[in-house]
């Protein structure tokens, strides 16, 4: 591969990392082409863009970057391809369902401005909640209280009505 290439490659590897808050690292070794199909079909529904990459060239789109990678250097060896992703937990609940065969294997992954390294963080990855969740999380609470204090009144409401009904009614 020519130097331009190569210098095109990391330019556009580090337009990914810059443009992509999250990415996982995976290796895709052992799957063969029908189950890569099939994974980047999975991938585009959803909106996760899958590169198969050289390692050294990753890695020097790392060191460009401005962000320290140097957590993630130790995972680029061997088939690695890269997940970039805009909502941190939709790649790892697609690799949970994986699992089982253990192919793809996660071997690193950068979200919410965190390192996790290793296929044992693949839980903890999928449990992280994406910024929507956690806006409806914060509504649900906020609306909690008003919603009791609502049905406390709208029920005060009717014990009141009813005792004067019954009083209204009495005979004198």
């Known amino acids: 591969m020519k130097k331009e290439v190569k210098d095109t490659i990391i330019v556009e590897l580090g337009e990914l990392i ?23 079909r999975k991938c585009f529904k959803s909106e996760i863009k899958l590169l ?3 390692n050294t060239l990753l890695h ?14 130790d995972t680029l060896k061997g088939n690695t391809a890269v997940m970039f992703t805009n909502t941190a937990n939709v790649p790892a609940k697609l690799l949970k369902e994986y699992t089982k065969e253990g192919i793809p294997a996660l071997k690193a992954a950068y979200a919410e401005e965190s390192f996790f390294v290793g296929a044992d963080k693949l839980d903890e990855l999928a449990a992280l909640k994406s910024k929507n969740e956690l806006i409806a999380d914060v509504v649900a609470l906020l609306q909690s209280p008003a919603k009791n204090v609502v049905s406390a009144l709208q029920s005060g409401a009717n014990t009141i009505h009813g005792v004067l009904k019954t009083l209204g009614e009495r005979p004198e």
């Open 18 to 40: 810059k443009n992509n808050p999250h990415f996982y690292l995976v290796d895709l070794t052992g799957l063969n082409a029908e189950k890569t199909s099939a994974l980047r």
């Open 52 to 54: 198969v990459v050289k």
């Open 60 to 73: 020097k789109a790392f060191e460009a970057s401005e962000i320290d990678f140097s957590p993630l250097y």
